[in-house]
């Protein structure tokens, strides 16, 4: 059973209205490595900025070096910090934002619709589904999505959320979400075998000139059979349930513009 401890930058920031919960300052947490040190903890950085070289930066920093599970990892904040990053790695869900938006806009006709996320988590039910696929690209625990309506729907901004911003028609959000998720389990449960292993090979059927085709493909799982390993054919479709297996095999012509890049990172992430 993880621990959990909640970073802030002040104790004010954590007002009795918030749930219980262990909360501790940034400077406590910087300043204290033989309190929390412990490597069963798991650490939710919510200090109000996370810019570079920042005390909330460093202290994602310092949990990971501490090989500690944190929320957001610094991964997450570079890849929050920059427009270009943020919006290369929201290309794969251009189908699911235009089907949920557009969906969304024949009753709510808008321009613009700004989107709260907590913990994955919606401020709008109807926006659920484009909000949990989001938090499984940027894990960050409280962000604010703008999207505006051009051509098409577009991302038009991600940000952090300062913890210290909450307004008081989110604080009921913020409340469930953060219940919600510290009860959570870290990694998703197997459910498949007891297989030694699991292994998930990502392809596309519809590759014309794939780098494994489906005989070599067959061959990979029947190899894993005889090693013990439960080999499973994987698709883009699937990025959420990387953290069930133990190791990816990409099998699918690669490209730093495409999602096979970001399968990779969230590979390595998950160790």
């Known amino acids: 059973m993880s621990n959990h401890i909640i ?11 918030f749930p219980e919960a262990n909360v501790i300052s940034t400077q406590q947490y910087l300043a204290s490595p033989e309190h929390y040190r412990e490597r069963n903890v798991r650490v939710i950085n919510l200090s109000r900025s996370y810019r570079y070289l920042s005390t909330g930066y460093f202290c994602s920093l310092l949990a990971e070096a501490r090989r500690q599970k944190v929320l957001p990892s610094v991964r ?23 089907r949920i938006l557009v969906r969304h806009a024949r009753r709510e006709p808008q321009h613009k619709y ?3 996320i907590f913990f994955g988590m919606a401020n709008d039910h109807e926006l659920q589904e484009l909000a949990r696929q989001i938090f499984e690209i940027f894990p960050a625990p409280l962000l604010k999505v703008e999207f505006r309506r051009q051509q098409r729907w577009v991302l038009n901004s991600l940000k952090p959320v300062p913890i210290n911003s909450i307004s008081p028609d989110h604080r009921e959000l ?18 498949r075998n007891q297989a030694r292993y699991d292994i998930a090979i990502l392809h596309d059927p519809d590759e014309k000139l794939p780098p494994s085709n489906r005989t070599a493909l067959n061959r990979f799982v ?21 953290p069930e297996y ?18 990779a990172k969230k590979a390595e992430a998950e160790g």
Do not use: C
């Not at 029947?222 to 990387?242: N, P, W």
């Open 222 to 242: 029947e190899a894993g059979k005889k090693l013990g390993a439960d080999v499973e054919l994987i698709t883009r479709k699937d990025y959420s349930r990387l």
């Open 114 to 116: 700004e989107i709260m």
């Open 174 to 191: 913020f409340n469930h979400s953060l219940k919600d998720y510290m009860s959570s389990r870290w990694r998703k449960p197997k459910t």
């Open 76 to 98: 997450t904040i570079t890849n929050i910090s920059s427009k270009a990053i943020y919006s290369l790695n929201m290309d794969d869900l251009d189908n699911v934002i235009q």
């Open 7 to 17: 970073i802030v930058d002040q104790l004010k920031d954590w007002p009795p209205e």
């Open 246 to 263: 133990d190791a990816l095999l990409i099998r699918e012509t690669t490209n730093i513009n495409h999602h096979t890049y970001r399968f």
